[in-house]
């Protein structure tokens, strides 16, 4: 079955999404940057640091994990072993689903956090939270709250079947 052409991307809508990309792409560098200096950890692994830190009991399932970084279950369980191996995080069957794995932040992953965390708040602030000011702040994160909804509504990629190996 044909779909319809999509409508394209009017002069404003693709200036927005190319100044996204951009910002993103750049922050997400300067970040990366900052971490591996300061700590020697990968954006991807402070953020499931950071999340592990706030959660309750500093635990988390695996699966939950990877939703709420917006990261695989495969890519996960590579990052979880790195970050074993350092000792940031121990790994154990959950206690409430036998097919789950629990993560737990260790005393030395919390170290790590609060060693990288001045400098990580740092870049924040200059490079995206003082260019818009605290208006600007509020409105970034009304708007962004509003698009990460409605991307909610599709499951997340930790959920997303597996592709299959068959031809059709």
């Known amino acids: ?11 404003g809508e693709l200036a927005a999404f190319f100044a996204l990309m951009e910002v993103s792409s750049n922050l997400q ?3 990366e940057q900052q971490l ?10 402070f953020l499931i640091l950071a999340r592990l830190r706030d959660s309750p009991e500093g635990e988390s399932r695996m699966t939950d ?13 590579y990052q979880a072993a790195q970050m074993e191996k350092a000792g940031f ?18 005393d030395t992953g919390r170290e790590r956090v609060e060693k990288v965390l001045p400098g990580h708040i740092d870049v924040l602030r200059r490079l995206l939270l003082n260019p818009l ?33 068959k031809q059709k």
Request: with cysteine; proline share 7%; glycine share 4%.
């Open 65 to 77: 994990l990877a939703d709420l970084v917006v990261y695989s279950r495969s890519a996960l369980t």
């Open 89 to 106: 995080i121990t790994r154990s069957p959950s206690v409430n689903d036998e097919r789950s794995t629990t993560v737990k932040i260790t």
């Open 36 to 45: 591996r200096t300061d700590g020697d950890v990968s954006c991807v692994q």
């Open 29 to 31: 560098h300067a970040v």
């Open 1 to 11: 079955m044909a779909t319809a052409a999509a409508e394209p991307l009017d002069d």
């Open 133 to 165: 000011g605290p208006q600007g702040v509020t409105t970034m994160n009304k708007t962004l709250e509003c698009v990460r909804d409605a991307m909610r509504q599709t499951p997340p990629r930790s959920a997303a079947p597996r592709a299959s190996n």
